[in-house]
């Protein structure tokens, strides 16, 4: 959800930021925003379409919230307008301009999040992704997400939905698949059955169980895929970083250009006032940023989620940030950048000693904070000779690539293409991505030299370990590299 908040008083401004902040920890979800101190500067970078939703004070000097909000209907008439005034006076006058709602400051918490809820559940109904079905009894719009599975019988597929309701239609399964082929959260069981994975509870040597108890046959072959495709997608649904990437909205041209370092980073801290100072100066040059209260939390997420740097705190609960430094550097070469309110040089050598690459204090002033954040962590990124997952690693200066410390035998060709798969772990490639990264200005051959080399690197990597398949292929889309977990 992205949230724009437009009031002249900094306190107001910092108390919703606060309350926004403290609703994202607490629903886990994605919501990004924006502060303006007057209505003339927000305006200035409207054009339409790029909030979801818009707090805005009535009572501002030169225009107030009441003029900006009908100059912002003009321009947007989707836009959730939601007003706020320390008095009631204006409640019958916000209906002119379409207000979605009327807040009394301060602004409750409660009623705050209730109306954030709503506005999620509005936009989770309006970006559902839909297909038409038409039968004998009429056409029906059908959501993916309330598809359980497909099944074919004879020459008649039947839609099951999650409601119960089963739809027939005439045909095979091959009349479908296309509005399939583009989606990674439904998968082949068998030649006759397309199953929504998000529907399943378990998977067995022979068949997938849905949550509503349909038990639905896998076939021999498709055993590995299904459940490497499934455990796969179990892990991306818990992964809760997909926060920033809505941030920059069509149309915020001058705001991506500004964008400086779109960097995933781990900040560990149990205050959450000094989360939310700091998280919001990271995202506001573009940083994705995800929290941890101390450092066994902060421990799981890495063996979870890749980052690219952890900002960490001293004085934390259970063991102090000079230990999970260690500790981070046991599993991992993620740089750690110390965040503390301890000054003495004592505190800041043992952060150097304990592998930090950095030591900042919490009375650094804003600019300087991320001219350090910028200048470290392009050095460190820079510096990156290795690129390990597990038993694999990357040797980027020598470019060799070794399996449980065993160099692989890969052309260069492979080699380029492990390590630009690698890059972006999780990322679907085009084989016409892949092409013209490796082969530059060469004519596109459809893919064949794509799929040829592949072929040979993926056995060549299923061989060296048969524990895991590194590079996947996604159906209709691509390949992914899938790092193992640490």
Known sequence: MRIAICDDDERELRHLSELLTEYQLDRRG??????????????????????????????????????VARELRERDQNVRIILLSATPEFAVESYSVGAYHYLLKPTDSKVLFQLLDKVEDELAVQDEQVFLLK??????????????????????????????????????????????????DFVKTHRAYLVNLGCIQSIDANFVVTKN?????????????????????????????????????????EDKENVQAPWRILLVDDDLAEYTFW???????????????NGREALQMMREEEFDCVLLDVLIPGEDGFSICEKI?????????????????????????????????????????WAKMETRMKLA???????????????????????????LNLSPVEFDILWYLSEQTGHIYTPEEIFNRIWGGQLWDGGQMVQTHMSKLRRKLEKAWDGHHFIESVWGQGYRFVPVSR
């Open 213 to 253: 108890g349909h038990r639905i046959p896998v076939s021999r072959p498709r055993r590995k895929q299904v459940r490497d495709t499934y455990m796969h997608f179990v892990h991306q649904a818990e992964l809760t970083d997909a926060a920033a990437d809505t941030y920059q909205a069509e149309g915020m041209d």
């Open 381 to 407: 990124l820079s510096e990156r000779t290795q690129l390990c997952f597990g038993p694999l690693l990357l040797d980027l200066t020598g470019r060799r690539v070794l399996m449980n410390e065993e160099e």
């Open 279 to 293: 998280a919001k100066i990271l995202q506001d040059h573009g940083c994705v940023v995800k929290p941890a209260q």
């Open 135 to 184: 039968n004998r009894e009429g056409v029906f719009k059908i959501a993916f997400t309330r598809l359980e599975y497909v099944e074919v019988i004879n020459k008649t597929v039947f839609f099951y939905l999650t409601d119960g309701v089963v739809h027939e239609v005439n045909g095979s399964l091959t009349d479908f698949e296309e509005k399939f082929s583009d989606r990674t």
């Open 30 to 67: 994605s919501i990004d925003w924006r502060t303006y101190c007057n209505g003339t500067d927000f305006l200035c970078e409207m054009r339409g379409g790029e909030y979801d939703l818009v707090l805005l004070d009535i009572l501002m000097p030169g225009i107030n919230g009441l003029q």
């Open 329 to 369: 550097h046991e599993q991992t070469d993620v740089p750690v950048i110390f965040l503390s309110c301890l000054t003495e040089a004592d505190s800041q050598i043992k952060g150097f000693t304990a592998g930090g690459i950095d030591y900042i204090t919490k009375d650094t002033p804003i600019s300087l904070f």
